[in-house]
Structure formats: C-alpha cells, structure tokens
C-alpha cells in the first residue's frame, strides 16, 4: 500500500462537463503519474508531475489539464468531457529511484 | 520509439499447470523492466521488476521472470498456477525518463 487514495471513484457525467479527478497521496512522493486504461490499449499516460507546479505531457494528453499546488494531490482536469474519455483512471506515484511506479485504485469515469 | 509487445491476447491453463507470459520491448540500451497484475476492479499490483545484475528476478505470489537482452524479452513465469492467479497482468519498460510504457495486457483466465 504506496498511501494513495482516489476521489471519486466513480462517476457518471455528460457530454461537455468539467470534471476533476483528485489523486492524494501520504508519502510525499515527488512524481506522481495520470494514467487512462482502455481495453485494447493497457496503460497510457496522460500527464505526469514532478514536483510542485512542475507537470508534463504524456502520450495521450489533449483534452486534460493537470495541476499540482502540494505535494500530496495531484488533480486532472477534463474541461469539456466527451465519450471518447469514458475510460477507468488510474493515478500512480514514484518512489526513489528505478522508476518503480506504484498504483492507486482507479477511478472508473463514464460520459454520457 | 520504445514500444512493449504481449503476443498473447488471452491466455487460458488449468490449476497446477505451469504458466509463462511473453513480455518483448523495444529499447536502446539496458531497460527497467517490470511485471504487474491487476484484478477485476483492482488496481495495478507490482509483482517483480529488473534494474541490473541477476537476470532471474523473484517476485510475489510465487512469480519469476527472465531478462533476456539477446531475445529483448523478460516473460514471466509460474510453475504451479492457482486460481487465484486468474487477471490481467501487464508488462512494462522504464526508458530512463521518468515515465513507463506499458504493454497491452495479457488476460490470464485458470480452470479448475
């Protein structure tokens, strides 16, 4: 157990709707990891952070923000929601060195 | 661009029967490589990484898998599969920049 939590875990929302997905963690870890799973396609990273106010693009970034204010949350914004990012989130952190990621329990996201 | 390949979609075994799941990467150098399961509605667990030296790594649950650089290969191995094991398991390269790429999954389902 790395200590991160995932808020909500499930949500239901529509088309053209802001939505935040919080990700809070307890070990002061200084990366933390957006991921989106879709089945097909594994894991594919969204945004990750690492440090405060310090973010960056992943693979599959258009259509979320991310920001991080503190070290221990870490939220991803999608502005104007659509179908296509109906998907189960995942947010993970990094300890130490060794990019060995740590995962929290998903938040599963449906748009209608 | 670094990529990671599991052939097997779906793979299907009987209780105590041995198990290994492909796992092939794309990378220049020497790679990070890491094992993890996922349950239904679960998140990811890590079952076993490799960084350097030994090229057989143990992990959790009975698990081993192989770093093979001349195959760029590093499958995962069981000798004696339990239901329990059913999931999804996925492999994934550390590409020295921070991130993780991951493959698409391999569903492992057990009959008794």
């Known amino acids: 157990d790395a200590g991160i939590t995932q808020s909500p875990r499930h949500k239901v929302t529509e088309t053209g709707t802001p939505v935040t997905l919080r990700c809070h963690q307890t070990?002061?870890?200084?990366?933390m990891y957006w991921y989106r799973q879709d089945p097909g396609h594994g894991l594919r990273l969204i945004h990750y952070s690492y440090g405060v106010k310090d973010t960056d693009k992943g693979e599959v970034s258009d259509g979320y923000s991310v920001s991080r204010s503190k070290t221990e949350d870490f939220l991803l914004t999608l502005e104007s929601a659509t179908s296509s990012q109906t998907s189960v989130y995942f947010c993970a952190i990094r300890t130490g060195s060794q990019e060995t990621q740590y995962f929290g329990p998903g938040t599963r996201l449906l748009v209608l | 661009a670094q990529s990671v390949t599991q052939p097997d979609i779906h793979i299907t075994v009987s209780e105590g029967a041995s198990l290994e799941l492909r796992c092939n990467y794309s990378y220049g150098a020497t790679p990070y490589l890491f094992w993890y399961v996922q349950s239904p509605g679960q998140g990811l667990q890590l079952l076993l990484k490799?960084?350097?030296?030994?090229?057989l790594v143990q992990g959790i649950k009975g698990f081993e898998a192989e770093f093979k650089r001349s195959q760029s290969s590093f499958n995962l191995r069981k000798p004696s599969v339990h239901w329990s094991d059913a999931a999804e398991y996925f492999c994934?390269?550390?590409?020295?920049?921070?991130?993780?790429?991951f493959g698409t999954g391999t569903r492992l389902q057990v009959f008794p």
């Open positions: 070990e002061n870890h200084r990366y």
């Open positions: 490799y960084f350097s030296g030994d090229t």
């Open positions: 994934a390269v550390g590409e020295g920049t921070d991130k993780l790429i």
